[in-house]
C-alpha cells in the first residue's frame, strides 16, 4: 500500500526578494515559490503563505490543513505575532504537524519555542564552498545523496551551535575557511518531529540546487504528520477504566 503524500505548508517572510536585485534574480517569485516547485513536482500538495498576510498566512485552518510546515525567515523574526508561535508549536507538540526550519531560521520564534535554547552560532557571508558530509547514510533524510554535496558558494555556519543535543545527526558541514557545523538535525518534540537544515542565504541560488531540494523533499516526508494519527486524552479523568474500590 503507498504511503499517502503529506499536505505541505511553505512559510516564507518574501521580504529580501523585494528589496534586493541580487536575491530576486535567484527567486523570481520568491523563495517560498522556489522551495515549492520541486515539492509539487514530487506530486506533493503545497500551499505558501508570507509574513505580511493576515495572520502570517497561518491560520488555524491553514496549519490544521498541514502535514509538515517549512519554515524560511531571516530578518524580520520580530514581526511574527507570538499567538501565531503558539498556535504553530501546539500544533507541532499537540498533534504532530512537522516542521522544517531552512537556513537563517534557526533564529526564527517557533524553532526557538520548540528548542527552548538561543539558537547561537557563528556565521560569516564570504561565498565560500561549503560540503556537507552525510553521516547517517540509513537516515531517511539522506536518502538518494551520496557522500556529500557540494555547494560552490554559501554563508558559513560555525560550531558551536547552541541547540539541544539532536535526536538525529544526518549532515555535518565543512566550510573552506576551516569550520564545521551540524546542518542536517532532527529533534522529536511531543507528537511531532522538527528538522533544521543549514543550508540556503538568500544572495545564492542554493535552493535550485537538485540534491539540496532532494534533502527538503526528503525532510519534509520525515516530519510529516503520521497518517491517523490522534492524540491523546489528556486533563483530567473522572471515570476510571477499572472500578475502584472503596477504601475504608
Not at 499567538?83 to 498533534?95: G, I, L, M, P, Y
Not at 517557533?110 to 539558537?119: H, I, K, R, V, Y
Not at 526528503?218 to 477504601?247: C, K, S
Request: glycine fraction near 8%; charged fraction near 25%.
Amino acid at each position: 500500500m503507498s504511503t499517502p503524500s503529506p499536505r505541505v505548508l511553505i512559510w516564507n517572510e518574501f521580504r529580501h526578494e523585494r528589496r534586493d536585485e541580487t536575491v530576486r534574480s535567484h527567486y523570481p517569485q520568491g523563495i517560498h515559490e522556489a522551495l515549492a516547485a520541486p515539492l509539487r513536482a514530487a506530486g506533493l500538495t503545497v500551499d505558501t503563505a508570507t509574513l505580511d498576510e493576515p495572520e502570517h498566512g497561518l491560520t488555524e485552518e491553514r496549519l490544521n490543513a498541514a502535514d509538515t510546515l517549512v519554515w524560511w525567515g531571516h530578518r524580520a523574526h520580530a514581526e511574527v505575532s507570538d499567538a501565531v508561535v503558539e498556535r504553530v508549536k501546539r500544533r507541532v507538540t499537540e498533534h504532530g504537524m512537522g516542521l522544517v526550519a531552512l537556513h537563517s531560521s534557526h533564529f526564527s520564534k517557533p524553532f526557538m519555542a520548540l528548542m527552548g535554547t538561543g539558537c547561537y552560532l557563528k556565521h560569516r557571508v564570504a561565498a565560500e564552498k561549503e560540503r556537507l558530509w552525510v553521516v547517517d547514510p540509513g537516515h531517511p533524510v539522506a536518502a538518494g545523496i551520496a557522500d556529500f554535496i557540494e555547494l560552490d558558494r554559501e554563508e558559513m555556519y560555525g560550531e558551536p551551535f547552541d541547540v539541544p543535543p539532536p535526536d538525529d545527526l544526518v549532515f555535518l558541514s565543512w566550510f573552506q575557511g576551516g569550520e564545521v557545523f551540524r546542518s542536517g538535525c532532527g529533534w522529536r518534540r511531543g507528537l511531532g518531529r522538527v528538522f533544521y537544515f543549514r543550508p540556503g542565504h538568500e544572495t545564492y541560488p542554493t535552493y535550485h540546487h537538485p540534491q539540496i531540494q532532494r534533502v527538503i523533499l526528503n525532510a519534509v516526508r520525515w516530519a510529516a504528520r503520521p497518517e491517523g494519527l490522534e492524540a491523546p486524552v489528556r486533563g483530567r479523568r473522572e471515570t476510571p477504566l477499572e472500578p475502584i474500590p472503596p477504601r475504608s
